[in-house]
């Protein structure tokens, strides 16, 4: 009963939210001078306060991207925490310009909430961590072993579909939380650890010996996470694909936030100097000036460098890039050409 | 005791000695012998032990299992929490340590205090905190007339909001950057000041002689009670923006520092109800014989003796508004308790979740334990003024 109210409510609000979608985000953050950003009230390496009290994390960065794309400086930006519940909401409602929160992907999110998700930044996915000592490096090599799971999601029956899709049997023990499931997997109650790709490497910093706990590669269910604005403002939206869209490319062309500049005064490649605003007039697509492209990376750098920054190799979370490397070395990010 | 006066002690006895008189005499009379000492078993440690711990198979049996469970819990939570612990340095110093990280609360610690405020404004929230601590001791030791306490009360959030927002002559800080202890302290006590007379109103509204203010106050309170204080978040946070014109916004924390006041003013105007039920009816008779009007008579007959009645369920109310300015992180309003939730999920430093929130459980026992002792001593002093 309460469950059909609220959908009634939501459903009522969400046509109220859609007649009025029509205004415009670019000219309203603009004339704010300052881009509001639906963040996480905590997710390790996406977005969090640090001790200096300021947001970092993959996610924030994203913004930051937009906001010196659009207002030449990353730090115009008024965060707002978003419960898990709020994060559609609150871009439907234009509380927030844009919502850069690990949001999965969905049909019903994009097609019945009010809003439009613009790229997918970061390919989550469950996958299974193992101890060093057992020597397995695939994933398909786990017959007849245990498995931790956090109860009642879809983890357990992802296992199991895994497990049933690959021949191999798996026993899963379930557990009521991610941590208990972990804690229970340190201590040998089963030999392996599943849950979402970016929660084991955060989960794993917090063993007592994380260079014992390996990641295996298969990632076996689909969790694409993408920033999202509001339905309708189709400017807006493109204006946000776009600059991400950028930040790939650009890994794609060698462009970093150390060589940007030197790039742009050197440069041949036509498409490398389209992008940098040398040549050419893509700026003008997004309504912005031609140096969109230079400011953001200057901010934050290649998409290959923001994930590193937060999941690379030097990082504690040390996440191989997997689905999140380039198309060129076997992954899913593919920027469209900019031209 | 038979009163004999002191005239007559030297007839009945003489002061010379007479042997055939049977008057005292010292050296004859029954002197008792002195109590022995009780047994060793019954006094000293050994004594109460005996007494308050090993009385009875049961009692011995349940000392010796709670024994057993503290010698077990005891030892590894003080070596943990002291002996192990890691006071200083960073996070690599506390990945080594089997103890608990206190590091992490002093790199976190003013996060925790005001949330991502501009640290080069702290120095703000930190006077206001100030201010709020001169008040709180103002009040509890009696410095200050009470109207004048009143006034400084009413204008201490003022000043805490100037303090801490900005405007006139101060940077603004928005409010999405406000947070932490600071956040859950402005919510409570903003909470506490204006639910306190609303809820005082709606109690009288809901005993008025006119049907439509009664039906009004029920039609407010019992709705609100009878929904729980999530609830209300969720709707000033997430639904109510909806239904606004997309160019009007109302910030998210003034929603939920209206709705918490809503539901609280509900709570309290119960309470507030219960004492006046408990006011004689002699009372109102008497105060309307003396010509009283309305608004006088319950100013100065009727509540003083209502409130007085019901203050130590008022202070509860109070102590639970405290508590429940927790809920506000389900709405992404980053309050103390959320913002060590957030600051343990800081990549750096991660892994120290229950040292956050031991510390979070000291500063909320403390904060509401010393609400607890200033209501009782309140109510020692206000029933003392009633005798």
């Known amino acids: 009963m309460q469950k059909t109210l609220v959908c009634l409510f939501a459903a009522l609000a969400i046509c109220l939210a859609a007649s009025a979608a029509q205004a415009d985000t670019l000219e309203k953050v603009k004339a704010a001078d ?194 999202l604005v509001k339905h309708g403002d189709n400017q807006w939206k493109d204006l946000v694909t776009w600059v991400i869209y950028g930040l790939i490319e650009a890994e794609e062309k060698g462009i970093t936030q150390a060589n940007v500049l030197e790039m ?76 | 005791m038979p009163h004999v006066p002191d005239a007559l002690a030297p007839l009945a006895c003489p002061a010379a000695p007479c042997s055939d008189t049977p008057c005292a005499r010292p050296a004859e009379a029954f002197v008792p012998s002195p109590a022995l000492p009780p047994p060793p078993s019954a006094v000293g440690p050994l004594g109460w032990l005996r007494a308050n711990l090993f009385d009875g198979w049961f009692n011995s049996l349940l000392t010796l299992l709670c024994m057993a469970f503290l010698a077990a819990v005891v030892p590894p939570l003080v070596s943990w929490a002291l002996l192990d612990a890691c006071f200083t ?32 404004e702290a120095w703000r929230p930190a006077l206001a905190g100030v201010l709020l601590a001169t008040m709180v001791g103002c009040t509890a030791w009696r410095r200050l007339r009470a109207a004048a306490l009143a006034v400084l009360w009413l204008l201490l959030p003022l000043a805490a909001l100037w303090l801490v927002g900005g405007g006139a002559g101060l940077a603004p ?117 003396l010509g009283l009007g309305y608004w006088k008579m319950q100013a100065f007959v009727v509540l003083p003796q209502a ?11 109070c102590i639970a508004l405290l508590k429940d300015t927790s809920l506000v992180i389900i709405v992404g309003l980053l309050d103390f308790l959320g913002m060590a939730k957030a600051a343990s999920q800081d990549q750096q430093w991660l892994g120290h979740d229950a040292e956050a929130y031991i510390f979070c459980a000291l500063v909320y026992w403390l904060l509401c334990f010393g609400m607890s002792r200033w209501g009782r001593s309140i109510e020692r002093r206000t029933a003392h003024r009633a005798r």
């Open chain 2, 89 to 120: 340095g960073d996070a690599s110093m506390c990945a080594q340590s089997s103890g608990a990280c206190w590091t992490f609360i002093v790199h976190k610690f003013r996060v925790l205090m005001v949330g991502t405020y501009p640290p080069a």
């Open chain 1, 34 to 227: 300052v881009l509001t950003l639906g963040v996480s009230e905590g997710v390790p390496g996406f977005s969090a306060p640090d001790s200096a009290g300021k947001w970092t994390g993959f996610d924030v960065d994203m913004g930051r991207a937009v906001a010196a794309a659009v207002l030449g400086d990353p730090d115009k930006i008024k965060y707002v925490p978003l419960a898990s519940k709020q994060k559609v909401v609150a871009v439907s409602s234009g509380q927030v310009d844009l919502t850069s929160r690990t949001t999965t992907w969905t049909m019903k999110r994009d097609a019945k909430q009010g809003i439009d998700f613009t790229v997918v930044v970061f390919y989550d996915g469950q996958g299974f961590a193992v101890k060093k000592e057992a020597g397995v490096t695939s994933a398909k090599q786990l017959d007849g072993a245990s498995a931790c799971v956090t109860a009642g999601t879809t983890s357990e029956l992802n296992v199991a579909d895994f497990a049933r899709a690959n021949n191999i049997k798996l026993e899963t023990v379930v557990f009521e939380s991610k941590k208990e499931a972990f804690s229970a997997f340190l201590s040998g109650r089963c030999d392996a650890f599943t849950t979402d790709m970016s929660q084991i490497a955060s989960l794993r910093t917090t063993a007592p010996n994380p260079a014992d706990i390996v990641i295996l590669p298969e990632v076996f269910s689909k969790e694409p996470l993408s920033p």
């Open chain 2, 173 to 289: 800080v928005d409010q999405s950057q406000w947070g932490g202890l600071m956040l859950s302290v402005g919510l409570a006590l903003v909470g506490i000041l204006v639910s306190i007379p609303c809820g005082v109103l709606l109690a009288l509204g809901r005993r008025s002689r006119i049907a439509a203010v009664r039906a009004l106050c029920v039609g407010i309170i019992e709705p609100v009670r009878g929904v729980p204080l999530i609830t209300i978040l969720f709707m000033a946070s997430v639904m109510f923006p909806l239904f606004l014109p997309p160019d009007m916004q109302i910030n998210n924390l003034l929603r939920v520092q209206i709705g918490m006041i809503l539901f609280s003013s509900a709570y309290m105007a119960e309470v507030v109800r219960g004492g006046l039920a408990a006011v004689p009816k002699g009372q109102t008779d008497a105060a309307k014989a």
């Open chain 1, 264 to 339: 742009k005064a050197k440069s041949q490649d036509p498409t490398v100097q389209r992008m940098l605003g040398v040549s050419g007039d893509v700026g003008s697509f997004l309504n912005l000036d031609n140096d969109w492209l230079v400011r953001a990376i200057q901010a934050v750098g290649n998409y290959g460098e923001v994930y590193n920054r937060y999941f690379g190799p030097g990082t504690t979370f040390d996440l191989p890039r997997g689905l999140n490397d380039l198309w060129t070395r076997g992954g899913l990010m593919y920027a469209m050409p900019i031209r």
């Open chain 2, 307 to 317: 409130l007085r009645h019901v203050l130590p369920s008022l202070v509860g109310r």
